[in-house]
């Protein structure tokens, strides 16, 4: 009788962390894919204020000259954001918090005219400017002091 109960119990139990177990494999494998790079993005919709950065950080890969931003615990959730161009060079990003070292920032114009803030570390700043490369040699503007 014990049995049946602990069997009972014990499937949906296996079933939750196999679940998650898949889904933070899922995760660890895209975030090791060539040219996915770790970022917090903004967008105003037509305005200049940008408003405040997300508190999580999520992961984006480009396609083209489309910036797919992916979010969620297995990254299934994404956005694309189809870009017509560079808004600005890239520029240091002070008071944005970003593990991997000092965050950089490109603010990119959007196929329906808004503006999107792309904020990653500075190593990757090879994958942050992807579909623009004319980007990569534009000089860093220096922080206000």
């Known amino acids: 009788m014990i049995w049946i109960l602990l069997a009972g119990l ?12 898949g889904a933070f494999w899922s995760r660890r494998k895209f ?6 790079f770790p970022c917090k993005v903004r967008i105003a ?3 200049e204020d940008l408003g405040k950065w997300p508190r999580t950080t999520v992961y984006a890969r480009w396609v083209h000259d489309v910036l797919l931003v992916h979010a969620g615990l297995a990254l299934v959730r994404y956005r694309a954001l189809p870009v017509a161009g560079v808004d600005g060079p890239i520029s240091p990003a002070p ?3 970003l593990k991997g070292g000092d965050p950089i920032s490109l603010r990119l114009r959007l196929d329906d005219g808004s503006i999107a803030e792309v904020v990653a570390p500075a190593s ?9 490369p004319g980007s990569r040699e534009k000089t860093m503007e220096a922080p206000n002091a």
């Open 95 to 97: 008071g944005v918090k």
């Open 10 to 21: 014990g499937v949906p139990i296996w079933l939750i962390v196999g679940a998650l177990g």
């Open 31 to 36: 975030q090791h894919s060539s040219g996915v």
């Open 45 to 47: 919709a037509g305005s």
């Open 124 to 132: 990757m700043r090879d994958w942050l400017t992807g579909a623009f």
